[in-house]
């Protein structure tokens, strides 16, 4: 049988609700880092009256809400 005295159980309870509340700190910040990620993918700025907005078609071409113009997703954006 485990002998500890009252000092040393709460030392050691103390130290496991520091490992945890860590730990959990750090799922929260790896999580919300995720979602931040993965909005900023399906975030696209209109061309023309530059408003943004988040997209989540799969087409290449969206229709912006704002003023109704066409505009490409994605880095290749050429003029003209």
Known sequence: MIELTLTELAAWSISV?????VFFEWISRWSNGNAERRSLRRRVQCRLCLQVHEEEGRERIFRC???GAENEKGRNRSLG
């Open 65 to 67: 809400p704002h003023c």
């Open 17 to 21: 609700a520091m490992v945890l509340v």
